[in-house]
């Protein structure tokens, strides 16, 4: 049985006088009015959480400031409940009602699927959730057994599921995580993961914080939210970052070279070290022109370069964009981002690690980190504040070193600040 999301609409929300950043309220049954003790209520991708208390009650302050926050509220046996937050309407005064959660017979799916074990897809799982960079060779997860899988092979596609939150320890950067996945999804044709949830963190021992804090640096120059920070401030150039746009078009002569092969317009072997033989049928189709030297060997060599070749090819522009160039609207707190195509996002002020040229096997020098990103929703636009929060998540997608990167094991909290004096 999945989670189920409920997104809980404003009424529900009590302003009250003052202006302390504070959230309180109470949890209970939504069917009884019996409160819930012992729930989870936390700011998403925060470090501000707690437990409601015996009769239901809970108390968080020090919200951070944003105008999208996420409360979340969760109890095992209940539906999880998140609220959308403006830190401008703090304080606030929550009933955060939560229904029990029903038995559901798994044979009512829209596609049939197997379920699968942790021994065959576990590795998987660990690579695409928390990372392959050499910071998640430090993060665990403590509760693994609570992880259920599901093969669809009819989409070619692995969905894992966890009815309670997982639990990871991450020693390369000093957080206890507590993640409640919504959704986590790998699927195979298209070569792409996603995973999507609400994050609580927790510092692992305050005593030892300074091995951690050049490693928090590290993961969050050149980052994600640090690019979104800049575009915010509007300072690309001097936090070290460079924007192009980027369009993705067709190989139309790999295309035209594979439709040949298709229709036996091409004797002999396309692939080499294969016993494949291809012979050209009696009638070749109109539209394919043949010419005396098709079947050269020269020309033979040349097709097999071209069926090597990507299947698209990137285009660049040439100028550089400014921040004012990609913000649709600046209204304080947050901003509006839009862009067709792709984005490339190159960071001058580092390199490509070892790991991930080795991931994509690329045996040349490291380059400067560059990123790919565009929207799913070309239709919709993408919002964030000058924390390099960011939403709706599930519309951005990424590529090449934040592809690499974005994972759990370099993930960093809302209201992290870099202590280095080189933070832009």
């Known amino acids: 049985m999945r989670i189920i999301l409920l997104m809980i609409a404003c009424s529900v929300l009590h302003v009250t006088a003052g202006a302390q ?5 109470h949890v209970v049954n939504a ?4 409160p819930v003790p012992g729930s989870s209520v936390f700011i998403s991708n925060t470090a501000r959480g707690t437990v409601s208390s015996n009769d239901g009650s809970f108390y968080l302050d020090k919200i951070p400031e944003s105008s999208q926050l996420q409360l979340v509220v969760s109890s095992i046996g209940y539906h999880t409940r998140v609220y959308n937050v403006n830190s401008n309407q703090l304080p606030m005064d929550i009933k ?3 229904l029990p959660k029903v038995d559901e017979l798994d044979n009512v799916t829209v596609e049939a699927y197997e ?3 942790w021994d065959k897809w576990g590795k998987l799982f660990l690579e695409n959730f928390l990372g392959y960079s050499i910071n998640a060779r430090y993060c ?3 509760n693994t057994e609570d992880i259920r899988f599901r093969y669809y092979k009819k989409t070619n596609r692995l969905e894992a599921i966890a009815d309670k939150p997982l639990i990871i320890e991450n020693r390369a950067l000093g957080y206890r995580i507590q993640y409640q996945m919504e959704q986590f999804e790998v699927k195979f044709k298209e070569k792409s993961s996603f995973f999507a949830g609400y994050t609580l963190f927790q510092e692992l021992n305050t005593k030892t914080k300074n091995r951690w804090v050049n490693a928090r640096e590290k993961a969050y120059f050149g980052s994600m939210k640090h690019f979104l920070q800049a575009l915010y401030n509007n300072n690309l150039e001097e936090a070290g970052f460079q924007v192009r746009r980027m369009k993705r078009i067709p190989n139309k002569e790999k295309e035209r070279v594979r439709t040949m092969w298709r229709r036996g317009a091409i004797k002999g072997n396309l692939f080499e070290g294969t016993t494949v033989v291809i012979t050209a049928p009696k009638q070749i189709a109109a539209d394919t022109t043949q010419t005396s030297d098709v079947n050269h060997p020269d020309s033979l060599a040349y097709y097999r370069i071209v069926l090597r070749q990507n299947d698209f090819v990137d285009e ?3 100028h550089t964009l400014t921040a004012d160039s990609l913000i649709l609207s600046n209204t304080p707190p947050h901003k509006t981002f839009w862009f067709p195509d792709y984005l490339e996002v190159t960071y001058k002020h580092g390199l490509e ?4 040229l080795d991931f994509y096997r690329e045996t040349r020098n490291p380059y400067y980190q560059r990123s790919l990103i565009f929207l799913a929703d070309k239709k919709s636009a993408m919002y964030f504040d000058r924390r390099g929060n960011y939403w709706p998540v599930q519309n951005i997608y990424t590529s090449a070193w934040w592809g690499f990167m974005e994972r759990i094991c370099n993930m960093l909290p809302i209201e992290y600040v870099p202590e280095s004096k080189n933070a832009k």
């Open 140 to 142: 665990r997860i403590m």
């Open 316 to 318: 660049y522009e040439r």
């Open 96 to 98: 955060a009602e939560l």
């Open 31 to 34: 069917e009884t009015g019996v």
């Open 353 to 356: 690690s070892q790991a991930y």
């Open 21 to 25: 950043p504070v959230i309180k309220g």
């Open 115 to 117: 379920a699968e074990t």
